[in-house]
């Protein structure tokens, strides 16, 4: 063999190895970062990890000191094999491939029962079998298009909440090809339970949160309101600036953009699919930030007004004491606006004009 051909193959080899060895290293740190608890002091645990495709943290005051974390991934883990569709074997997506699946388990008929309390609240405007109208939908900033030229009316036969039976022996669908996805409800519906194993353990102040769902009940080891980052409108050219709100008691959700969006006859359009027409929606609500009693209501219904529209969100907030809203909106022709619900006015670290 040629010197030089056998000193490229070792070369070659020893690169090999070397890249091999550099991602065991990595793969090593990642998973023990992601196991490891965050360093915490006497009377406060914080801990952290991954749940339904983000990364959860949960922070919580006990005079004892007892990490629940092992705890806290087995009821994740549970939960995600009954509703998460990134689980290849778990029962929704064992509903997905087949029009009837028998002895559905507890977990799986109550996030289709609150799944039905928010699409009925919301007039059918959050519905989790909308996946067929969304894969023939593309957005951009030049707008909405949809795919080769689909005729919306031949998908719409596969959307409908209502086209499924939930008894306690079996759930059926009433049309082969309805996908159930509960993406956009799943993860307040989680921290809901993480807070109620925490309170069973006689834990009465924490923080849950989810990708940028947040769960506030008690107050932090300052013996202060904890506090979220949330964006809001800087000015009425859309500029996004960054301030805090101190919560209670309460959850937090946020839903839609509004740096995100695309014009269409001089209005802001959001990139929303209204699962009951198929069609995007025409009105300019562009973001949605949501407080209120429980996480599952916030996450579910701030996706639900982002399809509803702006003019709806202001009703149910005037209609509900226990819902407050922050709303970025524009009407056609005019400025980005800002709207704040008063109940909130005493808890945001900006000025509410």
């Known amino acids: 063999m040629n010197p030089n051909a056998r000193k490229n193959i070792i070369y070659s080899l020893v690169l090999f190895a070397i890249v091999l060895l550099v991602y065991a290293w990595r793969t090593r740190e990642e998973r023990s970062a992601e196991k490891s608890p965050e360093p915490h002091q006497p009377g406060k645990v914080a801990f952290f990890g991954k749940a339904l495709d983000a990364e959860?943290?949960?922070?919580?005051?006990?005079?004892?000191?007892?990490?629940?974390?092992?705890?806290i991934d087995s009821l994740i883990n549970?939960?995600?094999?009954?509703?998460?569709i990134s689980e290849p074997t778990s029962e929704v997506n064992r509903l997905n491939l087949r029009d009837t699946l028998l002895s559905p388990s507890p977990t799986l008929r109550n996030m289709l029962a609150e799944a039905n309390r928010i699409h009925d609240?919301?007039?059918?405007?959050?519905?989790?079998?909308?996946?067929?109208?969304e894969q023939v939908w593309?957005?951009?900033?030049?707008?909405?298009?949809?795919?080769?030229?689909?005729?919306i009316r031949l998908v719409l036969p596969l959307v409908g909440l209502k086209k499924i039976t939930v008894t306690d022996s079996l759930i059926r669908k009433a049309s082969t090809g309805i996908f159930v996805d509960f993406s956009k409800i799943a993860k307040g519906?989680?921290?809901?339970?993480?807070?109620?194993?925490?309170?069973?353990?006689?834990?009465?102040?924490?923080?849950?949160?989810?990708?940028?769902?947040?769960?506030?009940?008690?107050?932090?080891?300052?013996?202060?309101?904890?506090?979220?980052?949330?964006?809001?409108?800087?000015?009425?050219?859309?500029?996004?600036?960054?301030?805090?709100?101190?919560?209670?008691?309460?959850?937090?959700?946020?839903?839609?953009?509004?740096?995100?969006?695309?014009?269409?006859?001089s209005l802001r359009l959001s990139f929303t699919l209204d699962p009951r027409t198929g069609l995007p929606v025409s009105h300019g609500l562009l973001g949605v930030t949501l407080v209120g009693p429980d996480a599952k209501t916030t996450d579910a219904l701030s996706d639900a007004l982002m399809?509803?529209?702006?003019?709806?969100?202001?009703?149910?907030?005037?209609?509900?004491?226990?819902?407050?809203?922050?709303?970025?909106y524009n009407e056609k022709g005019g400025k980005i606006k800002q709207y704040i619900s008063p109940e909130l006015s005493g808890v945001l670290s900006f000025p509410v004009k």
């Open 56 to 71: 959860y943290r949960v922070t919580y005051l006990d005079e004892e000191n007892r990490i629940f974390k092992s705890s």
């Open 78 to 84: 549970a939960f995600s094999l009954s509703v998460s």
């Open 121 to 133: 609240l919301s007039g059918g405007a959050l519905d989790p079998t909308s996946r067929p109208i």
């Open 138 to 151: 593309t957005f951009s900033q030049s707008g909405a298009q949809l795919l080769d030229s689909t005729d």
């Open 189 to 265: 519906y989680l921290m809901d339970l993480m807070g109620s194993f925490l309170e069973r353990q006689g834990i009465k102040n924490y923080l849950i949160q989810i990708g940028g769902e947040n769960l506030a009940k008690g107050r932090n080891e300052r013996e202060e309101l904890w506090k979220i980052g949330l964006h809001y409108l800087g000015d009425s050219l859309g500029t996004k600036q960054s301030g805090v709100v101190a919560l209670q008691d309460k959850a937090i959700s946020t839903a839609g953009n509004f740096e995100q969006y695309y014009v269409k006859d």
């Open 307 to 328: 399809v509803s529209g702006w003019r709806e969100a202001m009703r149910l907030d005037s209609s509900r004491a226990d819902l407050a809203m922050l709303l970025i």
